[in-house]
């Protein structure tokens, strides 16, 4: 990791002092260029901030400060320093949206006292967002957070949308109305989950979200006025000196500039590992909803040594890194007596594992809490490990608040400590940057994944959760489904999938994640190897991600360079939709190969879903695609170097 410059240190060492709560206090803070700005002042004790990003304002008086058991620093509190530091540096991560990272941000830190006590507060402003956390008191042996006064009170009554869980997104709806929004969910009664994303006025859009989630519970956006939010989160203890998590505001003109931010990963510790040549990204084989399925040579697949074979050997001959095999392979995944320790059973790990050696495929197995406590979380990852294993999918972790960040934490590093790659499922905590310190955690099924919760997800899905969910980090959506007409048949998957074949295979390119998990049979991907061609040929790790175009709700054009070759994916809602996509990123004066995967004329998520073609141009930099997607489609183009 390299830094072109770290800290340049205090520009201002004590700028205000102030002794009594009642004084009047302000401060302005500015981002580096200028755009953004925060006024924070001391209303009469209460600490309030106001937002403008350019012209437009965002948050008004929205209040600070926390309450504790030592002190309510939300009232009454007197605020006695400000302090000024700037960076600007850049780092590589290990992957990630962006090979490259740039970090510029002006920091200010305040203290409020009150009763001999003080709470720190760190503001941080970028280009593209600002994030504030508090500093527990120092010195305390212990601290219990009660609640949080801090609320984001928007200027207007905005257009909204939310994460809902393994469910369709909140919104659109005006901010006054989302908590209120029915049968989507549990929402009304716990909050509402992040991000929260933001539609201010045609050119300026911000999302809410929480960044670095390592040591107290989460919090949840709810009610605090009409259109105001508050934070709420369970009780949490930590020692003096801990920071909390960053409530963060990323802030663009479009809602694809959200998407492209890496402010979320900034805002998180550096990197944890001193190796991590083991971490490796790619496209995932996944057995579970392949079960019963029946290829054309009269195979059936089921959750059996045989047929993790046959899975190893699509992999193998098609650039595809890992197989995932799911619950039950050590005995029912909820009972007592299933060993995650032993290989015995309808699946003999050990042959599995030396096959897949053999064919340079990875082999990441499935536990949850049931196994992981019952036989020893560490002793099972050590034998993952020794097995030859590369990951884990961790499903159905039990607690909630402090106690399950804390065990989140536990199996990171534990993974690591046994190089091990990591993918929550079930209802984990939130994505909030944490792969910057522990790049091992490849993705997190922060989203409702297709035929997951015994439901499908139809088109607005796809063209909203990657403007919302995505916002946080790495998703598993289980993309890239083939056989759409008869897939409803088989065991494991509940309902009908909507979609086409163009779609799905955009979909691969649209949704960032550490794992792109494939969930059809090899034999569906065989039948379309033309279009399959698309997937085969991705990269392990792509070099950038860019939003070409997008409404949220409505369509999305991602662009993901690889090297010197480019991997396109467009997607609309139910309607059919025409596209312009200009090439205008490729380098000027060189003439490449592009190839479209495209929905047939009468191409249709519900009665058509499995017609499509491939046709070959040749383009530049000047070239304007015309993207034609059906309804509920999409479009997809591979181009490299003529």
Same mark, same amino acid.
């Given at each position: 990791?390299?830094?072109?410059?770290?800290?340049?240190?205090?520009?201002?060492?004590?700028?205000?002092?102030?002794?009594?709560?009642?004084?009047?206090?302000?401060?302005?803070?500015?981002?580096?260029?200028?755009?953004?700005?925060?006024?924070?002042?001391?209303?009469?004790?209460?600490?309030?901030?106001?937002?403008?990003?350019?012209?437009?304002?965002?948050?008004?008086?929205?209040?600070?400060?926390?309450?504790? %058991? !030592? =002190?309510? *620093?939300?009232?009454?509190?007197?605020?006695?320093?400000?302090?000024? &530091?700037?960076?600007?540096? $850049?780092?590589?991560?290990?992957?990630?949206?962006?090979?490259?990272?740039?970090?510029?941000?002006?920091?200010?830190?305040?203290?409020?006292?009150?009763?001999?006590?003080?709470?720190?507060?760190?503001?941080?402003?970028?280009?593209?967002?600002?994030?504030?956390?508090?500093?527990?008191?120092?010195?305390?042996?212990?601290?219990?957070?009660?609640?949080?006064?801090?609320?984001?009170?928007?200027?207007?009554?905005?257009?909204?949308?939310?994460?809902?869980?393994?469910?369709?997104?909140?919104?659109?709806?005006?901010?006054?109305?989302?908590?209120?929004?029915?049968?989507?969910?549990?929402?009304?009664?716990?909050?509402?989950?992040?991000?929260?994303?933001?539609?201010?006025?045609?050119?300026?859009?911000?999302?809410?979200?929480?960044?670095?989630?390592? %040591? !107290? =519970?989460? *919090?949840?956006?709810?009610?605090?006025?009409?259109?105001?939010?508050? &934070?709420?989160?369970?009780? $949490?203890?930590?020692?003096?000196?801990?920071?909390?998590?960053?409530?963060?505001?990323?802030?663009?003109?479009?809602?694809?500039?959200?998407?492209?931010?890496?402010?979320?990963?900034?805002?998180?510790?550096?990197?944890?590992?001193?190796?991590?040549?083991?971490?490796?990204?790619?496209?995932?084989?996944?057995?579970?909803?392949?079960?019963?399925?029946?290829?054309?040579?009269?195979?059936?697949?089921?959750?059996?040594?045989?047929?993790?074979?046959?899975?190893?050997?699509?992999?193998?001959?098609?650039?595809?890194?890992?197989?995932?095999?799911?619950?039950?392979?050590?005995?029912?995944?909820?009972?007592?007596?299933?060993?995650?320790?032993?290989?015995?059973?309808?699946?003999?790990?050990?042959?599995?594992?030396?096959?897949?050696?053999?064919?340079?495929?990875?082999?990441?197995?499935?536990?949850?809490?049931?196994?992981?406590?019952?036989?020893? &979380?560490?002793?099972?990852?050590?034998?993952?490990?020794?097995?030859?294993?590369?990951?884990?999918?961790?499903?159905?972790?039990?607690?909630?608040?402090?106690?399950?960040?804390?065990?989140?934490?536990?199996?990171?590093?534990?993974?690591?400590?046994?190089?091990?790659?990591?993918?929550?499922?079930?209802?984990?905590?939130?994505?909030?940057?944490?792969?910057?310190?522990?790049?091992?955690?490849?993705?997190?099924?922060?989203?409702?994944?297709?035929?997951?919760?015994?439901?499908?997800?139809?088109?607005?899905?796809?063209?909203?959760?990657?403007?919302?969910?995505?916002?946080?980090?790495?998703?598993?959506?289980?993309?890239?489904?083939?056989?759409?007409?008869?897939?409803?048949?088989?065991?494991?998957?509940?309902?009908?999938?909507?979609?086409?074949?163009?779609?799905?295979?955009?979909?691969?390119?649209?949704?960032?994640?550490?794992?792109?998990?494939?969930?059809?049979?090899?034999?569906?991907?065989?039948?379309?190897?033309?279009?399959?061609?698309?997937?085969?040929?991705?990269?392990?790790?792509?070099?950038?991600?860019?939003?070409?175009?997008?409404?949220?709700?409505?369509?999305?054009?991602?662009?993901?360079?690889?090297?010197?070759?480019?991997?396109?994916?467009?997607?609309?809602?139910?309607?059919?939709?025409?596209?312009?996509?200009?090439?205008?990123?490729?380098?000027?004066?060189?003439?490449?190969?592009?190839?479209?995967?495209?929905?047939?004329?009468?191409?249709?998520?519900?009665?058509?879903?499995?017609?499509?073609?491939?046709?070959?141009?040749?383009?530049?930099?000047?070239?304007?695609?015309?993207?034609?997607?059906?309804?509920?489609?999409?479009?997809?183009?591979?181009?490299?170097?003529?």
């Amino acid at each position: 990791m390299k830094k072109a410059s770290l800290y340049a240190g205090y520009l201002c060492a004590v700028l205000f002092c102030f002794c009594a709560c009642s004084s009047p206090f302000s401060t302005e803070m500015v981002s580096p260029d200028g755009n953004l700005k925060v006024l924070f002042r001391n209303d009469g004790g209460k600490p309030v901030f106001t937002c403008l990003a350019g012209k437009d304002t965002l948050f008004i008086n929205s209040r600070l400060g926390l309450v504790t %058991d !030592l =002190a309510d *620093f939300s009232d009454s509190v007197n605020i006695n320093s400000v302090r000024e &530091l700037q960076a600007s540096y $850049s780092w590589q991560p290990v992957w990630g949206k962006n090979k490259i990272v740039r970090d510029e941000h002006r920091e200010y830190r305040f203290d409020f006292e009150k009763n001999g006590k003080k709470l720190g507060l760190v503001m941080r402003l970028y280009n593209d967002g600002f994030a504030f956390r508090y500093i527990l008191p120092e010195g305390a042996k212990e601290v219990k957070i009660l609640s949080e006064a801090s609320t984001f009170n928007m200027s207007d009554d905005f257009t909204c949308w939310a994460a809902n869980g393994e469910r369709h997104n909140l919104g659109p709806v005006p901010a006054s109305k989302i908590l209120s929004v029915k049968g989507k969910g549990n929402h009304k009664k716990k909050g509402i989950h992040l991000p929260l994303v933001a539609k201010a006025n045609a050119n300026r859009y911000f999302a809410i979200h929480e960044a670095g989630i390592f %040591d !107290l =519970a989460p *919090f949840k956006l709810v009610s605090a006025g009409e259109k105001s939010f508050g &934070l709420s989160s369970a009780p $949490s203890k930590a020692t003096g000196g801990t920071p909390t998590s960053w409530r963060t505001v990323l802030v663009g003109e479009k809602p694809g500039d959200l998407v492209e931010s890496d402010l979320v990963m900034n805002l998180n510790p550096e990197l944890k590992l001193t190796k991590t040549s083991w971490i490796k990204p790619g496209k995932v084989l996944w057995d579970w909803r392949v079960m019963d399925y029946q290829a054309p040579d009269g195979f059936v697949y089921a959750q059996n040594t045989a047929s993790h074979k046959r899975f190893i050997d699509f992999a193998s001959k098609n650039n595809v890194q890992h197989l995932i095999i799911d619950a039950n392979w050590y005995g029912p995944e909820f009972a007592k007596e299933s060993d995650p320790t032993s290989s015995e059973g309808a699946v003999n790990i050990e042959e599995v594992m030396a096959y897949a050696k053999a064919k340079n495929v990875g082999i990441i197995l499935y536990l949850n809490d049931v196994g992981a406590k019952r036989f020893g &979380l560490e002793r099972v990852l050590k034998q993952f490990h020794d097995w030859g294993g590369v990951g884990v999918k961790y499903g159905f972790m039990k607690g909630k608040g402090q106690d399950k960040v804390e065990h989140t934490r536990k199996v990171i590093e534990l993974c690591a400590k046994n190089e091990l790659m990591v993918d929550f499922h079930d209802g984990p905590v939130p994505p909030s940057g944490d792969r910057r310190a522990f790049p091992n955690v490849m993705a997190r099924e922060y989203c409702h994944a297709q035929a997951d919760a015994k439901r499908s997800y139809y088109p607005e899905t796809a063209v909203t959760a990657p403007f919302v969910n995505m916002i946080a980090g790495p998703l598993d959506m289980t993309n890239g489904w083939y056989g759409l007409n008869e897939a409803h048949s088989r065991q494991k998957v509940f309902q009908v999938l909507p979609g086409t074949v163009a779609a799905e295979t955009a979909k691969t390119a649209v949704v960032f994640s550490g794992w792109t998990v494939l969930p059809d049979a090899p034999e569906e991907y065989e039948k379309k190897a033309d279009i399959f061609e698309f997937i085969r040929e991705q990269p392990v790790n792509f070099d950038g991600l860019r939003v070409l175009n997008g409404e949220i709700g409505e369509y999305i054009t991602v662009a993901r360079p690889a090297g010197d070759a480019w991997f396109l994916g467009s997607l609309t809602n139910r309607d059919s939709r025409s596209l312009d996509i200009s090439l205008d990123f490729l380098e000027n004066g060189k003439k490449y190969r592009a190839t479209l995967y495209e929905d047939t004329p009468d191409s249709h998520y519900e009665n058509n879903k499995e017609s499509y073609k491939i046709r070959e141009i040749t383009v530049d930099n000047k070239t304007v695609l015309k993207a034609k997607m059906a309804p509920g489609g999409g479009h997809a183009v591979w181009i490299r170097p003529a």
